[in-house]
């Protein structure tokens, strides 16, 4: 038979009957007579009765593997029940299909690689991504060694499935191509490393055998390096060949980009956390035998700050006043946050003339108007001072709410003080009243995120200064924090989801003549009205 290619003949029952030269070639056994089991392929056995049971030609070729070639048979049905089997040289195309998936499921890892670490910002769990990824489908093991933190180098440790931790003092120049990689420098080849010379802490604990193999690669990042891995194989297994070692720099450069920026967004989170800090409402308790309490609430709930504020500065001493300062600076979100920082800084500086509220008002508008913002704010004052039995006020507003006291009876009155904007024109004006509360008895600061918030059955209408005096006025006779919960509450449920503006609340109560009621000798008195 002249064909181009290896052909076998073979009867119903599986032996061969003729063959041409090229398939003597390809199957050294004696073919003529054999059994085709017995000299060819099992899948090409198998597949020859397939096609005898069937009784039609094959429509699909068969494939499969005999010595170092890929071969394709297409089967042919002749007249006396014989099939013809015409086998064609695959070893190419299958070679290719191989290197296709391998590259498709490269790509297809990386992508997904890519997906996990950029997902978390946290830099701890996107190290413990990296080296688990790297430790079980690029090594053995796995270890990143971070920037150093001072002298010592954070360690993560790929190995068995879990990541260690540790931060180690050592020297890079230990492990060949290790303080390159961690400057940001190409990696050597894996060929130059030694892997007897690696020092101990490079080799996970419980690491069995020797290393055979090992690749050190930078992990680049946007302006500087976000470390170096160092991916490990057991001796016995194939060592890193130059295609491994590019596809180790592809992940590492993946892994890079991710780290980098997790551990940005770190260092933002730690500055934005520290500068909030001191752009958040205090936390306000009893001061001088007077009870403060507060209330905040943003118009995102998404942000933390906005424009309005409250503190509370206690006297220099027993007989001093306190201060204490609600506030509205126009806008809303960071921006008004900044200057609501700005005033409360200026307000700590301006504490010595805290006695005179007219000139501390006056220094602050000066400020304002000579600053780069071009918003204003309103703000009320209250100087307050405990004498025996009575809590004294001096209650001076800025172009804010006037604030509203609430009698032990429940009458709310509102306090006559009133007074321009602050940081608009360069003289402002403002009145300051006294006031003087009895135990139990309540002063209310508040902003107009209050009265102003729209709710109700259509979310048109405002809560409005009635609401709030017949809500305060149900507050009679509890203390201060109970007075900001309800009013807070109350002003919540009638938002309900819709938009608002920033709202701050502070109650300032003088609290009930008490006497001592119980004591053990052990444990604090208990203080009733």
């Given at each position: 038979m002249?064909a181009?290619?290896?052909?076998?003949?073979a009867d119903?029952?599986?032996?061969v009957?003729?063959?041409?030269a090229?398939?003597?070639?390809?199957?050294p056994?004696?073919?003529r007579?054999a059994?085709?089991?017995?000299?060819?392929?099992?899948w090409?056995?198998e597949a020859?009765q397939?096609?005898?049971?069937?009784?039609?030609?094959?429509?699909?070729?068969?494939r499969?593997?005999?010595?170092?070639?890929?071969?394709?048979?297409?089967?042919t049905?002749?007249?006396?029940?014989?099939?013809?089997?015409?086998?064609?040289d695959d070893t190419?195309?299958?070679?290719t299909?191989a290197a296709?998936?391998?590259?498709?499921?490269r790509?297809?890892?990386?992508?997904?690689?890519?997906?996990?670490?950029l997902a978390?910002?946290?830099?701890d769990?996107?190290?413990?991504l990296?080296?688990?990824?790297?430790?079980?489908?690029l090594?053995?093991?796995?270890?990143l060694?971070a920037?150093?933190?001072?002298?010592?180098?954070?360690?993560?440790?790929?190995f068995?499935g879990?990541?260690s931790?540790?931060?180690?003092?050592m020297?890079p120049?230990t492990?060949?191509g290790?303080?390159e990689a961690?400057?940001?420098?190409?990696?050597?080849p894996?060929?130059?490393?030694?892997?007897?010379?690696?020092p101990?802490?490079?080799v996970?604990?419980?690491?069995?055998?020797?290393?055979?193999?090992?690749?050190?690669?930078p992990?680049p990042?946007?302006?500087?390096p976000a470390?170096?891995?160092?991916?490990?194989?057991?001796?016995g297994?194939?060592?890193?060949?130059?295609?491994e070692e590019?596809?180790?720099?592809?992940?590492?450069?993946r892994?890079g980009?991710?780290?980098s920026?997790a551990?940005?967004y770190?260092?933002?989170?730690?500055?934005?956390?520290?500068l909030?800090a001191?752009l958040l409402?205090p936390?306000?308790?009893?001061a001088?035998?007077?009870?403060?309490?507060?209330g905040?609430?943003?118009?995102?709930?998404?942000?933390r700050v906005?424009g309005?504020f409250?503190?509370?500065h206690?006297g220099a001493?027993?007989g001093?006043?306190?201060?204490?300062?609600?506030?509205?600076?126009?806008?809303?979100?960071?921006?008004?946050?900044?200057?609501?920082?700005?005033?409360?800084n200026?307000?700590?500086?301006?504490?010595?003339?805290?006695?005179?509220?007219?000139?501390?008002?006056?220094?602050?508008?000066?400020?304002?108007?000579n600053?780069r913002?071009?918003?204003?704010?309103?703000?009320?004052?209250a100087?307050?001072?405990?004498?025996?039995?009575?809590?004294?006020l001096?209650?001076?507003?800025?172009?804010h709410?006037?604030?509203?006291?609430?009698?032990?009876d429940?009458?709310v009155r509102?306090?006559?003080?009133?007074?321009?904007?602050?940081?608009?024109l360069?003289?402002?004006?403002?009145?300051?009243v006294?006031?003087?509360?009895?135990?139990g008895?309540t002063?209310l600061?508040?902003?107009?995120?209050?009265t102003?918030?729209?709710?109700g059955?259509?979310?048109?209408?405002?809560?409005?200064?009635?609401?709030?005096?017949?809500?305060?006025?149900?507050?009679?006779?509890?203390?201060?924090?109970a007075v900001?919960?309800?009013?807070?509450?109350?002003?919540?449920?009638?938002?309900?989801?819709?938009?608002h503006?920033?709202?701050?609340?502070?109650?300032?109560?003088?609290?009930?003549?008490?006497h001592l009621?119980?004591?053990d000798?052990?444990?604090p008195?208990?203080y009733?009205a």
């Open positions: 002249r181009p290619c290896p052909v076998l003949v119903a029952v599986g032996v009957v003729e063959a041409n090229r398939a003597a070639a390809l199957f056994e004696p073919l007579g059994r085709l089991a017995d000299v060819a392929p099992s090409l056995a020859h397939r096609v005898v049971l069937t009784g039609e030609d094959s429509t699909e070729p068969v499969g593997r005999h010595a170092q070639w890929s071969l394709e048979g297409h089967a049905l002749g007249p006396d029940g014989t099939v013809v089997w015409w086998l064609a190419e195309r299958a070679r299909q296709l998936r391998s590259e498709q499921e790509n297809a890892f990386l992508t997904e690689a890519s997906t996990q670490m978390s910002l946290n830099l769990r996107c190290t413990e990296a080296v688990t990824l790297a430790a079980e489908h090594a053995d093991a796995a270890v060694v920037p150093a933190a001072g002298k010592r180098h954070p360690l993560a440790i790929g068995d879990s990541v931790h540790r931060s180690l003092q020297d120049a492990v060949p290790l303080a961690l400057q940001g420098f190409p990696p050597v894996s060929r130059w490393i030694d892997p007897a010379v690696l101990d802490w490079a996970p604990d419980g690491f069995t055998g020797p290393v055979g193999s090992v690749v050190v690669t992990l990042g946007p302006g500087f470390g170096a891995l160092i991916l490990l194989r057991r001796s297994r194939d060592a890193f060949g130059p295609a590019t596809f180790a720099r592809v992940f590492a450069a892994a980009a991710a780290l920026a551990r940005l770190q260092g933002q989170a730690d500055v934005t956390a520290t909030m001191d409402p936390l306000l308790r009893q001088q035998g007077v009870e403060f309490a507060g905040y609430r943003t118009a995102k709930d998404t942000e906005g309005d409250y503190d509370v206690p001493g027993p001093d006043e306190i201060l204490a300062v609600l506030g509205d600076v126009c806008g809303k979100g960071l921006d008004a946050a900044v200057l609501t920082g700005k005033i409360r200026t307000l700590q500086a301006l504490l010595p003339m805290a006695d005179d509220h007219q000139k501390l008002l006056a220094l602050l508008n000066g400020a304002l108007i600053s913002h071009t918003r204003f704010a309103t703000l009320v004052l100087s307050v001072l405990r004498q025996g039995s009575l809590t004294r001096r209650l001076t507003s800025a172009g709410p006037a604030p509203l006291i609430l009698r032990r429940g009458t509102e306090a006559a003080t009133s007074g321009t904007l602050i940081g608009v360069p003289d402002i004006r403002s009145t300051t006294e006031a003087s509360l009895a135990p008895e002063c600061l508040f902003t107009d995120g209050v102003e918030a729209k709710g059955p259509l979310g048109e209408v405002m809560f409005g200064e009635e609401r709030l005096r017949a809500a305060l006025g149900e507050c009679a006779g509890l203390p201060a924090e900001v919960e309800r009013v807070q509450m109350l002003v919540s449920e009638w938002i309900d989801d819709n938009r503006d920033d709202i701050a609340v502070m109650a300032i109560t003088a609290p009930h003549t008490t009621a119980a004591v000798g052990h444990t008195g208990r009733t």
